[in-house]
């Protein structure tokens, strides 16, 4: 008999496709697991609307479930309520910062944002908070480009939202 | 989930909400391998991506709400001009990079504004809808609000294109504050807010960026209207051609 704790940590093992130092749980992409008898359901949410690897994520869901011999599953995806970065954990940050991403703040409704108040994002690799913002857009929907003017290395800064 | 909430939202509401997003979301899509500088190629898709994503999560709706068996690839490749209810201004061209700019933040002031409201609706779609989207659109007026300083308070030659094309695209600006029949019947169901009130607000909004950016504000003349009924200028149709093609002439190709 399967449990909700059994389906948890087989989700765990799948890497987010986009950051694959986290799964698919750390990123609070999960939000639910059911089990019904011999029927599974997982419940996931977008980090953004309109990102590409929520299919992928999917669809490694259905086969991490499949290999894991279970027959009865479905996967849906939910908007509410709107995913934010404030579910990651902090070990979850930690390697993030460990692989180069700047973790997000944790305040994710961030009015400073509107009023154009820059915010002070640490370096990566050597903690300067010495940094300035490149672009508010970088190689991923989640992420912003970000330069160190210490060690004057780029990085990637997981905005919060 | 309760469906006595849902189905008080009209169809044509969504794809109103829908076929904007699509639209502008296609249109900055064309920036892909021109923007002027790398930051800003990727700034432009990654915002023309969000918004894609927020009219797939409408046309889905829109599609489940119609009971027709039709999904959200059916509803963006498979109508023609005069059944898109998208707003005048996601049609135009994209013009020089500070036309795209000036219609971004114009729109992004609109739609952070009015997805304020929306989050408000008692149906659980659109509000759940609107709190996914406004963190995306956050973003949006932030990066557009920083490059109308940025270009509107640049070199003489910068200055004079943002004027230009504030004049241009200022009459387009007045479709959102008049709500189409759809609109209207979805604001009279308590499922969608009423944008006339919000007029105020955004044009507060849009001058406390424009005055930083040393640009005037332009005063409301005459409005162009009717996108949000199917009547659309010539665009649309030349975008569908390009954006359908490959559904038209192969339905239902996957790859």
Known sequence: MISEQDIWNILSEVPDPEIPVLNVVEMGIVRAVSVAGPRVEVTITPTYSGCPAMKTIEEDILEVLREKHIGDYEVKTVLSPAWTTDWMTDAAREKLRQTGIAPPERESADKALLLGRVRTIACPRCSSVHTHMISQFGSTACKALYK????????DYFKCI | MNTTTRTAVPVGFLLQLADTSLILGQRLSEWC????????????TNTALDYIGQSTNLYKQAALLDGRGQDEDDMAFHRDAWDFR?????ELPNGDYGFTITRQFLYSAWYYLYLQQLRQSPDEFLSGFAEKSIKEVRYHLQHSSDWVKRLGD???ESHERMAHALAEIWPFTGEWFTPAETELEA????????PVPLRKEWRNLVESVLSEATLTIPEDGFMHLGGKE?????????MLADMQFL?????????
């Open chain 1, 148 to 155: 160190c003017d210490d060690c004057l290395e780029p990085f």
């Open chain 2, 247 to 255: 559904q038209r002439a192969y339905p239902g190709a996957k790859w």
């Open chain 2, 230 to 238: 199917g009547r659309h200028t010539e665009y649309l149709g030349y």
């Open chain 2, 33 to 44: 391998g021109h923007g002027p500088i790398l930051e800003e190629d990727i700034a432009l």
């Open chain 2, 86 to 90: 998208n707003c005048l201004i996601a």
């Open chain 2, 187 to 194: 604001i009279r169901l308590g499922s969608a807010p009423d």
């Open chain 2, 154 to 156: 640049g070199t003489p």
